[in-house]
């Protein structure tokens, strides 16, 4: 009897935690549909970007233009990828074969899209941002040991496609930027349709949908159509049958957006609205672009924005003022992206497989944000230097004219040697040069050994018996070490010391906030021996001996620069990082030292002599990166 009793106190324990989480809606009824405390169905819309017929259409950028565009308008904007795969985030994927691993400011480690949506709408994103099977899956299995499920069967419908509509509902209530509660929730849905690995999403969404009301969804399918060469025609019917896909998971599209190489027009245009049910004016063409940052102002002028507001009921929304004021700022940037550039300069960075842009996405947009500002065309030039030595550097870099370097950063040993002998290269010859996480300890090394007398200087992640080991694990990640071990991850403030390069760049400013992700550490006990020897390091943490940016002086080097963060995380168009601002700055000065006078690049060039200058400008762009 009394055992029992017990496990009824248990039942009703575990119920009564079950409907504080999900509301007493979803025991009472068959269908899981928890909905987040306070939630108010229809104050929130939703555009859904599906994709058909291929992967790789640009989706994200598609979904980040239009949700810019939205919040130029003064609309709250909250963007969501739904990633198919299991992974539970990206810090595990090889960037070679999947694209850079983006960190956000709370150290979410996540796809590259998301780097695409924090540039254009220039708003921190957080791991609420951003969704995988994986997250949802054990969630879903750890809620079950938990008994969460009250005796039930745990299953797809409703329980995975509840625990996609309740992120997407909480996501809802307070996604828009600094945490308001968001006007429209943007949700790209990762792969194609049809893919095994997303269907349970795109049933959540139908449910959503269905839940929220007439009105609330405006549901955009991304499609392909062909132009083959020997047809020299567009052909719609492979788009025909990818919207017709969607449409057997019971989603009508309201707008079609058509991915090709050039402008869809005729024919295609009006057989696949009238086979996807949807009028012509609401299927638009979008052909490949000179450049991403036209994008908004394309789908702008063909009505894209305005058909987005009708189905949704949301021109009562707009505010005017703020978006003739977002457009014009807009503009003059995208302009300048199109427009003849005063100097061509070539940028080398050292990578290991060279070939792969993807893997070091954010520092081309980082150079290409910069290079716009300054009028520069910057030719990035990826160097292998995995089988060069001190010996053959000079020889391997001489002919490459180059007017800056970065070594990016990286794991693993291979090609080591060779970034050290370039940095030796680029100190030795006041080649303009920036270094990030990898680099910035490659830097580091190299001074060590040829600057401060240190032979065999190292990093212990690289080896294990180096009678100069400047570059070690940090503390705490020795403390993890064994229990599948993490990373320093995601924003941290670093405080910057006066009268630097560090300092001038960033206008005078005492701290600025960056992101991390690393494991190694400039080792403590040799900073005093480095400092001495001249390398100055110029931001630090700002309590611990974490050493997190170098520089050289601006007599020994016009331009030596480090940074144990990511600073390309935090570049954005209207916000060019300073660091990168710095480079090129420099490099337009070795290739045309004639631009010496040119207003422009008078805030990234430090005076050779005086550098009390510093601080001249009030505000740095990066010290507030939420802009
Ligand atoms: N491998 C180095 C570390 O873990 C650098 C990491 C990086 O470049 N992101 O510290």
């Given at each position: 009897m009394h055992h029992h009793e017990d496990m009824r106190d248990d039942e009703q324990a575990s119920e009564e935690s079950f409907l504080s989480q999900f509301g007493r809606s979803a025991a009472q009824t068959e269908f899981f549909s928890p909905v987040p405390e306070g939630y108010v169905p229809g104050r929130t819309k939703f555009v859904a970007v599906f994709g058909t017929v291929m992967s790789g259409l640009g989706k994200g950028i598609f979904s980040a233009s239009l949700a810019k565009l939205m919040k130029d308008k003064g609309l709250q904007v909250a963007p969501i990828k739904l990633e198919g795969y299991l992974n539970i985030d990206s810090g595990t994927l090889n960037p070679y074969r999947h694209g850079e691993v983006f960190v956000l400011d709370d150290g979410t480690e996540c796809d590259m899209d998301l780097g695409t949506y924090e540039r254009l709408l220039d708003q921190n994103l957080t791991r609420r941002n951003f969704c995988t099977s994986g997250q949802i899956y054990?969630?879903?299995?750890?809620?079950?040991?938990?008994?969460?499920?009250?005796?039930?069967?745990?299953?797809?419908?409703?329980?995975?496609?509840?625990?996609?509509?309740?992120?997407?509902?909480?996501?809802?209530?307070d996604g828009g930027a600094n945490g308001s509660q968001a006007d429209l929730v943007f949700i790209e849905v990762g792969g194609t349709v049809g893919d095994f690995e997303n269907g349970f999403y795109i049933e959540a969404l139908r449910e959503l949908a269905f839940e929220e009301g007439p009105g609330s969804f405006c549901n955009v399918a991304l499609t392909y159509i062909l132009e083959p060469k020997t047809l020299g025609e567009q052909k719609s019917k492979a788009a025909q049958l990818g919207v017709k896909r969607l449409m057997e998971?019971?989603?009508?599209?309201?707008?079609?957006?058509?991915?090709?190489?050039?402008?869809?027009?005729?024919?295609?245009?009006?057989?696949?609205?009238?086979?996807?049910?949807?009028?012509?004016?609401?299927?638009?063409?979008?052909?490949?672009?000179?450049?991403?940052?036209?994008?908004?102002?394309?789908?702008?002028?063909?009505?894209?924005d305005r058909q987005v507001l009708s189905i949704l009921d949301l021109h009562g929304g707009v505010d005017q003022v703020a978006e003739d004021k977002a457009r014009k700022d807009w503009s003059n940037y995208a302009s300048g992206i199109t427009a003849e550039r005063d100097t061509a300069l070539n940028i080398g960075i050292l990578g290991k497989?060279?070939?792969?842009?993807?893997?070091?996405?954010?520092?081309?947009?980082?150079?290409?944000?910069?290079?716009?500002?300054?009028?520069?065309?910057?030719?990035?030039?990826?160097?292998?230097?995995?089988?060069?030595?001190?010996?053959?550097?000079?020889?391997?870099?001489?002919?490459?004219?180059?007017?800056?370097?970065?070594?990016?950063?990286?794991?693993?040993?291979?090609?080591?040697?060779?970034?050290?002998?370039?940095?030796?290269?680029?100190?030795?010859?006041?080649?303009?040069?920036?270094?990030?996480?990898?680099?910035?300890?490659?830097?580091?090394?190299?001074?060590?050994?040829?600057?401060?007398?240190?032979?065999?200087?190292?990093?212990?992640?690289?080896?294990?018996?180096?009678?100069?080991?400047?570059?070690?694990?940090?503390?705490?990640?020795?403390?993890?070490?064994?229990?599948?071990g993490t990373m320093r991850l995601g924003g941290q403030d670093v405080s910057v010391t006066p009268g630097t390069l560090a300092s001038f760049l960033l206008g005078g400013v005492d701290h600025v906030r960056e992101r991390f992700r690393h494991r190694y550490e400039v080792e403590p006990e040799r900073i005093a021996d480095l400092e001495k020897a001249g390398l100055v390091f110029s931001g630090r943490h700002p309590e611990q001996p974490i050493m997190q940016i170098l520089e050289l002086p601006r007599d020994v080097h016009p331009y030596f620069i480090g940074a144990q963060f990511h600073p390309e995380l935090t570049s954005r168009p209207l916000a060019p990082q300073p660091m990168f601002m710095g480079l090129v700055a420099a490099g337009i000065l070795r290739a045309d030292p004639d631009r010496v006078d040119d207003p422009r690049l008078q805030s990234w060039l430090m005076p050779a002599q005086d550098a009390s200058d510093a601080g001249h400008r009030v505000s740095s762009p990066s010290a507030n990166p939420e802009g």
């Amino acid at each position: 009897m009394h055992h029992h009793e017990d496990m009824r106190d248990d039942e009703q324990a575990s119920e009564e935690s079950f409907l504080s989480q999900f509301g007493r809606s979803a025991a009472q009824t068959e269908f899981f549909s928890p909905v987040p405390e306070g939630y108010v169905p229809g104050r929130t819309k939703f555009v859904a970007v599906f994709g058909t017929v291929m992967s790789g259409l640009g989706k994200g950028i598609f979904s980040a233009s239009l949700a810019k565009l939205m919040k130029d308008k003064g609309l709250q904007v909250a963007p969501i990828k739904l990633e198919g795969y299991l992974n539970i985030d990206s810090g595990t994927l090889n960037p070679y074969r999947h694209g850079e691993v983006f960190v956000l400011d709370d150290g979410t480690e996540c796809d590259m899209d998301l780097g695409t949506y924090e540039r254009l709408l220039d708003q921190n994103l957080t791991r609420r941002n951003f969704c995988t099977s994986g997250q949802i899956y054990s969630e879903i299995l750890e809620r079950e040991r938990q008994g969460g499920y009250l005796g039930r069967d745990v299953q797809m419908i409703p329980h995975v496609t509840g625990e996609v509509k309740r992120r997407l509902r909480a996501l809802a209530m307070d996604g828009g930027a600094n945490g308001s509660q968001a006007d429209l929730v943007f949700i790209e849905v990762g792969g194609t349709v049809g893919d095994f690995e997303n269907g349970f999403y795109i049933e959540a969404l139908r449910e959503l949908a269905f839940e929220e009301g007439p009105g609330s969804f405006c549901n955009v399918a991304l499609t392909y159509i062909l132009e083959p060469k020997t047809l020299g025609e567009q052909k719609s019917k492979a788009a025909q049958l990818g919207v017709k896909r969607l449409m057997e998971f019971g989603i009508q599209p309201h707008i079609l957006a058509l991915r090709a190489s050039n402008p869809v027009v005729g024919s295609a245009r009006e057989k696949i609205a009238m086979f996807s049910n949807v009028p012509e004016e609401r299927v638009f063409s979008m052909h490949d672009r000179e450049s991403i940052y036209t994008i908004p102002e394309a789908m702008r002028a063909e009505g894209l924005d305005r058909q987005v507001l009708s189905i949704l009921d949301l021109h009562g929304g707009v505010d005017q003022v703020a978006e003739d004021k977002a457009r014009k700022d807009w503009s003059n940037y995208a302009s300048g992206i199109t427009a003849e550039r005063d100097t061509a300069l070539n940028i080398g960075i050292l990578g290991k497989y060279t070939a792969l842009r993807d893997a070091y996405a954010s520092i081309d947009k980082a150079i290409e944000h910069a290079g716009t500002h300054l009028s520069a065309s910057v030719q990035t030039q990826w160097i292998d230097v995995s089988d060069v030595t001190v010996e053959t550097i000079d020889e391997a870099l001489q002919g490459l004219d180059l007017h800056g370097v970065i070594v990016p950063g990286g794991f693993g040993e291979r090609g080591i040697e060779g970034k050290i002998a370039a940095v030796k290269h680029v100190r030795e010859q006041g080649i303009p040069f920036l270094g990030i996480c990898l680099g910035f300890q490659m830097a580091v090394i190299e001074f060590a050994r040829h600057a401060a007398g240190m032979e065999g200087a190292h990093s212990t992640e690289f080896v294990s018996d180096s009678p100069n080991v400047v570059i070690s694990e940090l503390p705490d990640q020795k403390a993890i070490e064994g229990l599948g071990g993490t990373m320093r991850l995601g924003g941290q403030d670093v405080s910057v010391t006066p009268g630097t390069l560090a300092s001038f760049l960033l206008g005078g400013v005492d701290h600025v906030r960056e992101r991390f992700r690393h494991r190694y550490e400039v080792e403590p006990e040799r900073i005093a021996d480095l400092e001495k020897a001249g390398l100055v390091f110029s931001g630090r943490h700002p309590e611990q001996p974490i050493m997190q940016i170098l520089e050289l002086p601006r007599d020994v080097h016009p331009y030596f620069i480090g940074a144990q963060f990511h600073p390309e995380l935090t570049s954005r168009p209207l916000a060019p990082q300073p660091m990168f601002m710095g480079l090129v700055a420099a490099g337009i000065l070795r290739a045309d030292p004639d631009r010496v006078d040119d207003p422009r690049l008078q805030s990234w060039l430090m005076p050779a002599q005086d550098a009390s200058d510093a601080g001249h400008r009030v505000s740095s762009p990066s010290a507030n990166p939420e802009g």
